[in-house]
């Protein structure tokens, strides 16, 4: 079983509306989580990383949040673009410099 | 700086063939990874590279195998390709040293089909 658990699998939304994408883990110890933005045909490129002492981050229109006690992360997204169309990946750490297990992600389309 | 590049881009392969496939990064860093990527799974660690030399198994390495000669450059080797293998593979790299949380750069994917 999977130890990170990503919804929903796949969303729609108009340009300019807010989402959010959820993650829910399993993994520990718990070092760190990280959200990556994976655009068709490209690699994951790295959005936020938090520690467990960290309750939310942000990187320009994209937030997020996470809750070690609950082991829940979400990543909002906040007046969506074109560009934001793209699989967004949790990836949670056991260690700091451990190996990483990753969600299966969560496929976002933005419309015009 | 070209990041982390992978060759070929694409290929198409026929059950029992061998080929390598190979990754290269200019940003010195230490440590090195292949995973593979399938439809609906998290991408998944096949082997990894702390160090010139040097190569671990990861979560899923049946099947293949890695060489590290040189520090920039990670190889990932098919001897008999089967239809499993069919998948997009990337490889990444990351310093512990010098990089928060060992943060890692992704290359752009190599997908490959074996029939």
């Known amino acids: 079983k999977n130890q990170v658990e990503q919804s929903p699998q796949s969303l729609i939304i108009l340009e300019g509306k807010n989402c959010t994408l959820q993650?829910?883990?399993?993994?520990?110890?718990?070092?760190?989580l990280r959200w990556y933005k994976q655009d068709t045909g490209r690699g994951p490129v790295s959005l936020t990383i938090?520690?467990?002492?960290?309750n939310t981050k942000s990187n320009g229109r994209y937030t997020a949040t996470l809750d070690a006690d609950t082991k829940q992360s979400s990543l909002h997204i906040t007046a969506s673009q074109l560009s934001d169309s793209a699989s967004y990946i949790c990836v949670v750490s056991a260690y700091s410099w451990g190996k990483l297990q990753f969600g299966a992600g969560t496929q976002v389309v933005v419309t015009p | 700086n070209a990041g982390v590049t992978q060759t070929p881009k694409f290929r198409v392969l026929k059950t029992g063939q061998s080929m390598t496939l190979l990754c290269a990064q200019d940003?010195?860093?230490?440590?090195m990874y292949w995973y593979r990527q399938d439809p609906g799974m998290g991408l998944r660690l096949i082997h990894y590279?702390?160090?010139?030399?040097?190569?671990a198994k990861g979560e899923v390495p049946d099947g293949y195998n890695v060489s590290r000669l040189k520090k920039q450059n990670f190889l990932l080797g098919l001897e008999s390709a089967a239809p499993s293998q069919t998948s997009v593979y990337f490889c990444?790299?990351?310093?512990?040293?010098?990089?928060?949380?060992?943060?890692?750069?992704f290359g752009p994917g190599t997908r490959l089909t074996v029939l």
């Open positions: 993650c829910n883990y399993t993994v520990s110890p718990f070092s760190n």
């Open positions: 938090m520690t467990f002492s960290e």
């Open positions: 590279s702390v160090g010139e030399g040097t190569t």
């Open positions: 990444a790299s990351s310093s512990p040293i010098r990089e928060p949380y060992n943060e890692q750069f």
């Open positions: 940003m010195n860093h230490e440590y």
